[in-house]
């Protein structure tokens, strides 16, 4: 009898991939757990093989007796992802107690616990984008999100958790089925639908004189391959610790319009607009994982590069919506 595996925020934008990569591992025994309210988040699970879904209220109660459900693995992708969420109570509930609970009945019931962290607990980037641990207690984030990110991390440090669990900082993952997000969409998705309509691009304009408007650089990466460290983790080895899940590489904002233009056989038009005010001072200028920890632990395979990541999502997803 095949063990279950949890995925919370299942019907989410990385979940929802995730509980593809296991349906084509194999895996349909899968419990998931997600809130899918009244948009239309509920169409991500058209395709997938699972045995349930819960809210997350239903899950709590599910296991709030003890009961280990016989899981295997519990990768826990449930958050609010808003940078600009201005609710930290609810920030805390979610994504920090919600994220404890879940640990440790994980580590109660001897299940494998894989958990989403964020590149946003590097706030500017002052320090550097190393994983290493003795860091952690250094980091400053930028925004509430962030903050309740790097909360939990700070707790599983405090308790010697590092080297039972697995925590992923998520660089700026982008790719299908991302539609749901609003304004949390990935720049790649925003663009595509303003070219189609516009024929133009808007980049936000630096507010600092050592970038160059659009020059502003972060670590794309494609989903298939958040995915992939994310089942590596979860599936394929024993390793744990906290580990950044990016592809080594920092591109720009131009990099990256110049790449979705190609990808749509079109001639390049990319305007520039004030950044709004609620992201000035909170705007993360650079950001590159440092990939050391992550290939030291045995994770090899390469990452896509903006160009091949931008074409696969615009001809496999974004052309046939």
């Known amino acids: 009898m095949s063990q279950p595996i949890v995925v919370t925020g299942a019907a ?3 979940g929802r991939n995730v ?6 591992r194999g895996h349909s025994d899968l419990l998931l757990v997600d809130s899918l309210g009244s948009d239309e988040k509920w169409k991500n699970l058209r395709g997938l093989e699972y045995e349930d879904i819960l809210s997350p209220a239903q899950f709590l109660e599910l296991i709030a007796d003890g ?8 990768i826990h992708l449930g958050a609010c992802s808003a940078t600009t969420e201005k609710n930290a109570d609810y920030l805390l509930e979610n994504n920090y107690r919600y994220t404890r609970t879940l640990c440790e009945w994980s580590l109660a019931h001897g299940i494998r616990f894989v958990y989403a962290s964020s590149a946003a607990t590097y706030g500017d980037g002052a320090l ?3 994983d290493d641990d003795s860091l952690l207690e250094k980091l400053t984030p930028l925004n509430m999100y962030g903050y309740s990110k790097h909360m939990f991390d700070l707790w599983a440090l405090k308790h010697s958790l590092l080297d039972k669990i697995v925590g992923l900082k998520y660089f700026n993952v982008y790719g299908p089925y991302e539609d749901h997000k609003a304004d949390m969409r990935s720049l ?3 663009a595509y639908h303003q070219i189609k309509q516009h024929g133009y691009i808007e980049l936000f304009k630096s507010h600092r004189p050592d970038f160059k408007d659009g020059e502003q650089k972060r670590d794309f990466v494609y989903v298939r391959d958040a995915v992939n460290v994310t089942l590596f983790f979860a599936l ?3 390793e744990s610790g906290l580990f950044n899940c990016g592809a080594g590489q920092a591109r720009t904002w131009i990099d990256l319009a110049n790449a979705l233009f190609a990808a749509m056989d079109r ?3 990319i305007r520039f607009i004030e950044m709004p005010d609620i992201l000035k001072g909170k705007y993360q200028y650079f950001t590159q994982a440092d990939a050391n920890k992550l290939q030291a632990a045995g994770y090899e395979a390469p990452f896509a590069t ?3 990541g931008v074409r696969d999502y615009v001809k496999s997803y974004l052309e046939l919506v």
């Open 12 to 14: 989410g934008f990385i």
């Open 236 to 238: 394929d080895t024993a």
């Open 188 to 190: 790649v998705h925003k």
């Open 306 to 308: 903006v160009e091949e």
């Open 267 to 269: 001639k390049p038009d």
């Open 67 to 74: 009961k280990s459900l016989g899981t295997k693995a519990c």
């Open 128 to 130: 550097g984008y190393s």
């Open 19 to 24: 509980v593809a990569a296991l349906n084509q």
